[in-house]
């Protein structure tokens, strides 16, 4: 039996714990619901970092987001994350994609990850089914070099499975290469303004079109091979910085990850780049069981 002593050494261990992740966020329990794998469901030039635009282009930090998106309802994309630095500064999206796996890109990279799910908005103050963790590993994928951007996709390994909820649930991974003409889906809290940054207020969804290879290869000669794919239209909509690693589904299935684009986002003939999860199905899956 525990003394009393004991107890108020635990209770404070609680507390610091919670003035360390942040007080406006609970301390979650260990307590896990592992969600049914999302196999088995049924189906319903630069980086975007925003402090290196200049010289790359990717698509990852606090300053950036979908530009000429829509509000997110609520819950209706359960799967997406955010990796944030400190408290509550966003720098890239993420995707669950297992009850202890998110899916991001890899130049998303830090040296340490916390990783809030279940939260609509950006603000700091706690919501009801938010979810909070800390990478417990991180794994880009072996082919990945910077400044390139050829297989820009990384698992992170949460340090507790999820509780699996309607707010909170992994995605299923398709294994087919999204095709001209299909309609998508991504999100995220990036920019919705480029180049001067503004940030919304809660998660933003934007439809978005696969272009074809010729079409792709057109927009940025010499830069696209397989491991990428182009969407986007010629009204001006866009993912722009702080979306990167978010997610692009597809009749509801994750085909992939914001990687990489032109800047200012959203300008006519410079469509988005995209990670092709496709071509990485047996990647993932092996290495999400062999750690």
Same mark, same amino acid.
């Given at each position: 039996?525990?003394?009393?002593?004991?107890?108020?050494?635990?209770?404070?261990?609680?507390?610091?714990?919670?003035?360390?992740?942040?007080?406006?966020?609970?301390?979650?329990?260990?307590?896990?619901?592992?969600?049914?794998?999302?196999?088995?469901?049924?189906?319903?030039?630069?980086?975007?970092?925003?402090?290196?635009?200049?010289?790359?282009?990717?698509?990852?930090?606090?300053?950036?987001?979908? $530009?000429?998106?829509? /509000?997110?309802? %609520? !819950?209706?994309? #359960?799967? &997406?994350?955010?990796?944030?630095?400190?408290?509550?500064?966003?720098?890239?999206?993420?995707?669950?994609?297992?009850?202890?796996?998110?899916?991001?890109?890899?130049?998303?990279?830090?040296?340490?990850?916390?990783?809030?799910?279940?939260?609509?908005?950006?603000?700091?103050?706690?919501?009801?089914?938010?979810?909070?963790?800390?990478?417990?590993?991180?794994?880009?994928?072996?082919?990945?070099?910077?400044?390139?951007?050829?297989?820009?996709?990384?698992?992170?390994?949460?340090?507790?499975?999820?509780?699996?909820?309607?707010?909170?649930?992994?995605?299923?991974?398709?294994?087919?290469?999204?095709?001209?003409?299909?309609?998508?889906?991504?999100?995220?809290?990036?920019?919705?303004?480029?180049?001067?940054?503004?940030?919304?207020?809660?998660?933003?969804?934007?439809?978005?079109? $696969?272009?074809?290879? /010729?079409?792709? %290869? !057109?927009?940025? #000669?010499? &830069?696209?091979?397989?491991?990428?794919?182009?969407?986007?239209?010629?009204?001006?909509?866009?993912?722009?910085?702080?979306?990167?690693?978010?997610?692009?589904?597809?009749?509801?299935?994750?085909?992939?990850?914001?990687?990489?684009?032109?800047?200012?986002?959203?300008?006519?003939?410079?469509?988005?780049?995209?990670?092709?999860?496709?071509?990485?199905?047996?990647?993932?899956?092996?290495?999400?069981?062999?750690?």
């Amino acid at each position: 039996m525990a003394t009393a002593g004991s107890s108020r050494m635990w209770v404070l261990g609680v507390v610091i714990t919670a003035l360390v992740l942040g007080v406006t966020e609970p301390v979650l329990t260990n307590e896990a619901v592992t969600c049914n794998n999302p196999s088995d469901k049924e189906t319903s030039g630069d980086s975007r970092d925003s402090d290196s635009r200049a010289r790359d282009n990717s698509r990852s930090d606090g300053s950036s987001r979908i $530009v000429n998106g829509s /509000d997110c309802e %609520k !819950d209706t994309q #359960p799967w &997406q994350a955010a990796l944030l630095l400190g408290p509550n500064k966003l720098y890239c999206g993420g995707v669950l994609v297992d009850s202890q796996w998110v899916l991001t890109a890899a130049h998303c990279r830090k040296p340490v990850y916390r990783v809030r799910l279940g939260h609509h908005s950006m603000s700091p103050v706690y919501e009801a089914g938010q979810q909070l963790f800390q990478g417990a590993k991180a794994i880009p994928h072996p082919g990945y070099s910077h400044p390139g951007h050829s297989n820009d996709l990384m698992l992170i390994k949460l340090n507790k499975k999820i509780k699996c909820s309607h707010s909170v649930k992994p995605i299923r991974i398709s294994s087919h290469c999204p095709s001209a003409g299909t309609t998508c889906l991504v999100s995220g809290w990036g920019t919705i303004t480029s180049p001067q940054s503004d940030f919304p207020k809660v998660l933003q969804c934007l439809n978005i079109t $696969v272009l074809s290879e /010729d079409k792709c %290869k !057109d927009a940025y #000669p010499g &830069q696209i091979d397989k491991t990428m794919f182009c969407a986007g239209d010629e009204a001006g909509r866009d993912s722009c910085q702080g979306d990167s690693g978010g997610p692009v589904v597809c009749n509801g299935d994750l085909h992939g990850l914001v990687s990489w684009g032109d800047f200012p986002c959203a300008k006519p003939n410079k469509p988005g780049v995209y990670t092709n999860l496709c071509r990485f199905s047996k990647w993932i899956e092996e290495t999400i069981k062999s750690n």
